[in-house]
């Protein structure tokens, strides 16, 4: 795929390149991923810049123990290794692991470094989107810590069927996992507990809500 044929697929990417060096046309590269492909691995040597053009990731933290942490899950348009440049560090301190098929323009570091020196308005959306993280992850700060797995499930649920459109979680247990932080265990427990309750429903062993439970989830979790 060209650039002139990725920017038909995705006109909003004309954003983003509007005042890029023309030089820098020819020298970038275009690479598509199949979903559960690692697009890069934590303490990895960073020596390119990526715009995600299309399709979804997610950031994970990985631990020596095995344990995996999900950070957050990325739609397009995104940014792979901008935090870490403009940190002014050389190696990554995420895994980013793409969840669908997914459409990366890259740089090099060298050439991304110089763009941002020269294009204001390159460097603004990038820093727009690292603001949005950092906000998002300070709003969400602690909720994990202060809040009982019932409440962070419920909530959980209904920001995946609000974003989704779907009233079915089409997600592993293993998943939910490392986006709540909740162990498997709890997880199992705290379905049953639902269920019971009548906050959620089983379909085909997914999560599920019907209109009236997802009322009576939000009324829950205004009480919590």
Partial sequence: MTLPELLIKVPELETYIRYMPDELRDR??????????????????????????????????????????????????????????????????????????????????KDFEDWIAKDIHFLRLVSQKVAYKLYRSSYNRGNRLFYPPQHLLLAYILQYIEESHSSIVKRTREEIHEETGISVKTLNRTIRKLKEEGLVGITKGKISMTEEQQQKAREYLKRE
Avoid at 55 to 81: A, S, T
């Fill in 28 to 109: 970038c590269t275009i690479r598509t991923y199949p979903p559960g492909t690692i697009i890069h691995q934590k303490d990895a040597e960073l020596d390119y810049f990526g715009i995600v053009c299309e399709g979804y990731h997610r950031v994970i933290n990985e631990f020596e123990n095995g344990n995996v942490f999900m950070i957050e899950r990325n739609d397009p348009i995104d940014f792979v290794g901008e935090v870490a440049i403009l940190a002014g560090k050389s190696r990554t301190s995420v895994t980013l692991e793409t969840t669908t098929e997914c459409t990366v323009l890259y740089f090099t570091r």
